[in-house]
C-alpha cells in the first residue's frame, strides 16, 4: 500500500465519490475540495491505494490524509519573545468504513486497519520531514473518533498546554495533540 | 479533525513548556516506532489487496 498525491494519481471522480469514511464532511472535501485546496498551497492530499494500481486506473481508495506546513509556538521561562519549531498539521485523516474497527491478524499480531494505515502515513511523512522539507513534529486536532488511534501511536493530549482557539466550541470535543519526531525534545525547542 | 482552522496559531501557554516537554519526553518514539510504521507498508500481500478492494467496493456500492 502506498500514499499518493491525488492530483498525481489516476483515479476517476466516481472512485473519489464511491470513499466513504462515514463522515459526509470528510467524503465531500475528498471528492470536491481537495484537488483545489492542493492547487492553492492549503493543503496537501494523499490516498492510500494499493502499491500495484499506482501506473494503472485505481479503483479503491482505502483512506485519505491531507497534510500542510504549521509552527508551534513557546515562550520560555521569564522570556517575552516568542518562540517556533516547524511542524506539519495533519488536517483530514479518514479512512473507508470498511475498515473502521476492524482487526487484522496479521504475524500473529491483532492491529486495527487503522493503525496500520495510519503508520504508514507516519512513515512517509517522517521521510518527508528529513528530505522535502523540514519538520520536527505532527500537529493535529482530533474529533472523539480518532483520539485512540493517535494516542495508541504516542500522539499526546496537548489541551492543558495549547491556548485554545478563540472560535474554539468548549463541547465540540476536538482535542489538539501532538507528535514529536525528535530524539531529543529539550534540545528542538532549544531548552538544554 | 476540524477544519478551515488555518489562521489561528498553536501557541504553548506561558509556563506550560516544561511540563509540556516532559510529556514529550515520556511519549518518546524509538526505533522500533518506525520500524514497525515501515513495517506496515508491505504488510499486505497482493491477494490480500485484492480481498480489501472488494470489501470496500461492496460496501460503497450499497
Known sequence: MIYIELAKANVSQDVLQCFDCGH?????????DAQKHSASGAGVTYILVD???????????????????????????????MFSIPCAELK???????????????????KYYSTVFFEILL?????????????????????EAGERLYRRKHFIDASDFVIPYEED???????????????????????E | MMPNRSNAATIISKEKLSPFL???KANRITKEY??????????????ELEVMKKKCNNREMK
Open chain 1, 51 to 81: 502499491k500495484n494500481e499506482v501506473d494503472k486506473q485505481i479503483t479503491t481508495v482505502f483512506a485519505f490524509a491531507t497534510i500542510k506546513t504549521s509552527s508551534l509556538y513557546y515562550f520560555k521561562e521569564g522570556v517575552d519573545t
Open chain 1, 123 to 143: 512513515a512517509d511523512l517522517y521521510e518527508m520531514s528529513t528530505k522535502v522539507i523540514g519538520f520536527t513534529g505532527i500537529f493535529l486536532r482530533s474529533n
Open chain 1, 92 to 110: 483530514y485523516f479518514a479512512i473507508s468504513k470498511s475498515f473502521q474497527r476492524s482487526l487484522t491478524g496479521k504475524l500473529g499480531v491483532e
Open chain 1, 169 to 191: 466550541d468548549k463541547l465540540g470535543k476536538c482535542t489538539p495533540m501532538y507528535l514529536s519526531f525528535a530524539d531529543n525534545v529539550y534540545g528542538i525547542f532549544g531548552m
Open chain 2, 22 to 24: 516532559a510529556e514529550l
Open chain 2, 34 to 47: 518506525w520500524n514497525e510504521c515501515n513495517a506496515s507498508r508491505s504488510l499486505f500481500s497482493s491477494s
Open chain 1, 24 to 32: 459526509p464532511d470528510f467524503n465531500e472535501f475528498l471528492s470536491n
